[in-house]
């Protein structure tokens, strides 16, 4: 069984990290970190180096796609060559998935369309310009051959939901009980609906920290262009970055 992990620059790592300790216990499972072309791939917080170890044209038929979030998660909506292959990869894959706002991906390249999906919260907005109806109460939202988890740690259950798929749920019950995940935090903000006002103000200043460079306000400008061009000409998702090529 092969999984293809997409990095791209400026992933969130722990949106990987948790389902790759859960997906490569599966039987057989042969992981591949795939990207433009073999080689170091940086984090969001420029720190932490993770080796792609293929590239998209060496991995044209994965049983499992999944697409991490992340502040590059934005560039990556523009990546034409990154959504052509996740088009052509969906099309063999028996699951194509995402944690946090690589739901905004997948929605880029026009997977979602027309169906329901989550996201990390500060990604909600995005999925609905694509015409996706945003689902901000669920931790997996599945939809046929597509399943998305929702922010960060969310990455684990949608790995545990994936093992419990392909090897049974003693077997996926056995994986987490070898993580220990046995989640018990010390305070219970975890969602938006459990947090205070502040407590979301500081969460939102937080992300913005990741969001005030010169190459993220490029990014958001020209993210918010293409989405404003595609709904004046009702273009479908996965045209607006040949239609502004054009332009």
């Known amino acids: 069984m092969q999984i293809a992990i997409v990095l791209y620059p400026r992933f969130t790592a722990l949106d990987f990290i948790g389902p790759y300790e859960v997906l490569r216990a599966l039987p057989d499972a042969q992981v591949r970190f795939v990207a433009h072309a073999p080689g170091p791939v940086a984090n969001d917080a420029g720190g932490l180096l993770v080796g792609a170890t293929h590239g998209f044209d060496e991995t044209p038929e994965p049983d499992i796609v999944l697409v991490p979030g992340g502040p590059g998660c934005v560039a990556a909506t523009r990546d034409e060559e990154l959504l052509a292959w996740l088009r052509a990869a969906h099309t063999h894959a028996t699951w194509t998935t995402s944690v946090c706002t690589g739901s905004v991906i997948l929605a880029a390249a026009g997977l979602l369309e027309g169906r329901s999906a989550t996201s990390h919260w500060s990604g909600l907005p995005a999925l609905r310009t694509f015409g996706v109806a945003p689902v901000p109460d669920r931790r997996i939202v599945h939809e046929g051959d597509v399943v998305t988890a929702a922010g960060v740690s969310a990455g684990i259950d949608l790995g545990l939901w ?75 998702p996965g045209l607006t970055t040949r239609l502004r090529r054009a332009i």
Do not use: C, N
């Not at 049974?168 to 938006?192: K, N, R, S, W």
């Open 162 to 236: 994936l093992a419990a798929r392909i090897g049974g749920d003693e077997f996926a019950q056995a994986i987490q009980l070898v993580l220990e995940y046995d989640p018990q935090p010390p305070f219970d903000t975890g969602h938006m609906s459990k947090a205070s006002a502040a407590t979301k103000a500081r969460a939102t200043a937080l992300l913005s920290r990741d969001l005030a460079d010169v190459e993220s306000l490029r990014d958001g400008a020209l993210f918010a262009w293409d989405r404003a061009i595609a709904a004046i000409r009702g273009l479908r």
